[in-house]
């Protein structure tokens, strides 16, 4: 099971981490990677594959100041994203615009929008509303959850409420749940919390469980999948949080990203340490579940995983499903390597 077919996009010299969909660009298949140089000036790429879908073009690379963290697109305007970035002991977070190219691949330079610039510990990830246009962002740092007011257009950002997790978590990240303006759940070292973002308070949570990454189903409210060390990867409904509803072995090493695909719910993307991404069908956990009850069951011996793409030689950090072409997704391996995959053939049949 496996093999190479991916296409390969060999344009980032540095090594890198983040990968994201650009979700608003209607017209195109279109991501943005950014890299982790410690000693050279970092990348943005913004990638898109070609009409034929049978390349990956640079439509435009920026230089961006620092080493990139985290690196997500804004669901309602392709030309803003945002980073999270580290310069030796310095961290920061900032919304940013791609200038118009005007046929020009190279435009070195980025319009910084906005520095999210209340955090006093290191930031760890800034999260968007998935759903359509939202005037709120979330930050979120070692410590603490920040709620923000947004206007990209006159480069402001207010912070509206801001609470610590207290000191026994530390946190390493968040995602917004897409049914939900005021849901958010944030990973930390021990646990998952659900916060309300009316309140900042923290409304539940999931213990004694380290999440590595987390992603709402975009289909189903209260359903949730974490890549998790140990288990591996495991599906949950939020309304039954006592145990999870399955779980897959998830990878030889760390899994250390997981992702929902947008359009077909029961498709999962899982990338790891053992230089592999994984695709899992979920289509048989949950339906029938009714009560709370241990995995252990005669329905879940089916092998959940429809296939293992082995296009690399170093870890992979980065997935991202394509919004407008549900069937692709593409994935950076450490070593900068972007590699687009097409899963037709495992599409569910109608």
Known sequence: MGGSTGIVYGGLKYQARCIADVSADPDNTSFLAGTLSLREENEVHLIRMSTSGTELVCEGLFYHPSEIWDLKSCPFDPRIFS??????????????????????????????????????????????????????????????????????????????????????????????????????????????????????KKASSIEHIHVRDADYNPKKQFMIVTAEDGPGIRLWDLRMPKFPLTEFPGHAHWTWAVRYNPQYDELILSAGTDSAVNLWSASSAGDDMSSESPIESPTRKIDPLLNSYKDYEDSVYGLAWSSREPSVFASLSYDGRVVAESVKPYLPRN
Request: glycine share 6%.
């Open 83 to 200: 980073t999270v970035f580290t310069s030796g002991e310095t961290h920061g977070a900032s919304l940013w615009e791609i200038p118009e190219l005007c046929g020009q691949s190279n435009a070195p330079q980025l319009k910084e929008l906005v520095s999210l610039k209340e955090h006093s510990f290191k930031i760890k990830c800034v999260v968007w509303w998935p759903t359509g246009k939202h005037d709120k962002l979330v930050s979120i740092d070692d410590g603490n959850l920040f709620l923000w007011s947004i206007d990209s257009s006159n480069k402001t950002a207010k912070v509206i409420s801001q609470e610590s997790v207290g000191m026994l978590h530390s946190l390493s990240g968040g995602v917004w749940d897409p049914h939900d303006r005021n849901a958010i759940a944030a990973m930390s070292d021990s646990s998952l919390q659900f916060w309300d973002l009316r309140s900042m």
